[in-house]
Nanobody, 122 residues
Framework: EVQLQASGGGLVQLGGSLRLSCAAS????????IGWFRQAPGKEREGVSV????????FYAHSVKGRFTISRDNPKNTVYLQMNSLKPEDTAVYYC???????????????WGQGTLVTVSS
């Protein structure tokens, strides 16, 4: 059974930090790029960050560049999203997903986790 378990969300104040984790199982993790997406209430899902299979290539949405860092630990089948200098507009449910190709569009992702809620208060 394919599983992507996102965790690490919570309530944080403006300027605070959180580290999200995405633990994967049930598929060849080393062969998949991993992306983080988020969806705020009333808004469409948007891409946040993507990391390639090897971890050498990364992508960040303009809104998070310089504040968020994505990384992966292939032996642990886990991807992390370090989020610093958080803003209220970062409030959303964050999802991790797996794609066989480096991609930014959600339609290219085969497997999805259940999401973890991040709330940034001002």
């Amino acid at each position: 059974e394919v599983q992507l378990q996102a965790s690490g969300g919570g309530l944080v104040q403006l300027g605070g930090s959180l580290r999200l984790s995405c633990a994967a199982s049930g598929f060849p993790f080393d062969d998949y790029a991993i992306g983080w997406f988020r969806q705020a209430p009333g808004k469409e899902r948007e891409g946040v960050s993507v990391i390639s299979v090897s971890g050498e290539r990364t992508f960040y949405a303009h809104s998070v560049k310089g504040r968020f860092t994505i990384s992966r630990d292939n032996p642990k089948n886990t991807v992390y999203l370090q989020m610093n200098s958080l803003k209220p507009e970062d409030t959303a449910v964050y999802y991790c997903a797996a794609s066989p190709v480096n991609a930014q569009h959600p339609s290219r992702y085969a497997f999805w986790g259940q999401g973890t809620l991040v709330t940034v208060s001002s």
